[in-house]
């Protein structure tokens, strides 16, 4: 486990995270948000706009980092931002590594999330088991159809998330296999 946001102080507590992402500030703006209308029509077609890194497409705004949702229509649309937070906030931290389009044998630190390199499948509590995967930011009103219960269902939802990794032999570099 790389992390737990159980064990992040700043996951629970926006004032705090605000202090260490000075730009939430700058983005959290009406002007910024209405931006975001764009990466929402690109992200339902699965091309989410990379250069729009403050918006999570149709789920709302990427920013704060932390795990409290203002505003969501619903249980299914909330998760789904919560999950490309915890992925910024992980990217934010170094956490996790990442390709450019010149980066084809190693992944480097990327401090802001590349949110084409992502998919996401969810898992519980109704898996999906057919289609296609969905992109970060992907508006939840055709894939989240039946994936959660309206009554008195559980709240638990897993996602199985996918990353596009850069792969590439080298013929002039050998490469060194140690068992």
């Given amino acids: 486990m790389a992390y737990m946001s159980e064990f992040d102080p700043l996951w629970e507590d926006e004032s705090l995270m605000n202090i260490f992402n000075t730009e939430a500030e700058l983005f959290g703006n009406p002007l910024a948000q209405l931006a975001c209308i764009a990466d929402c029509a690109q992200s339902s077609l699965n091309k989410p706009t990379d250069k729009l890194f403050w918006c999570a497409g149709c789920e709302g705004s990427l920013y704060p980092f932390g795990g409290h949702i203002a505003h969501h229509s619903g249980a299914l649309q909330a998760s789904s931002l919560i999950v490309h937070r915890c992925l910024a906030r992980m ?47 992907k508006s939840d009103q055709l894939w989240g159809l039946g994936k959660s219960y309206p009554f008195g269902g559980e709240d638990d939802f897993v996602y199985l998330i996918w990353i596009k990794k850069q792969c590439c032999l080298d013929a002039v570099r050998p490469v060194l296999l140690s068992y």
């Fill in 91 to 137: 990217h934010r931290m170094g956490v996790i590594k990442g390709y450019e389009e010149t980066d084809f044998c190693e992944p480097r630190i990327m401090p802001i999330i590349k949110k084409s390199l992502y998919k996401t499948q969810i898992m519980r509590p109704i898996p999906q088991t057919s289609g296609a995967c969905h992109a970060l930011g």
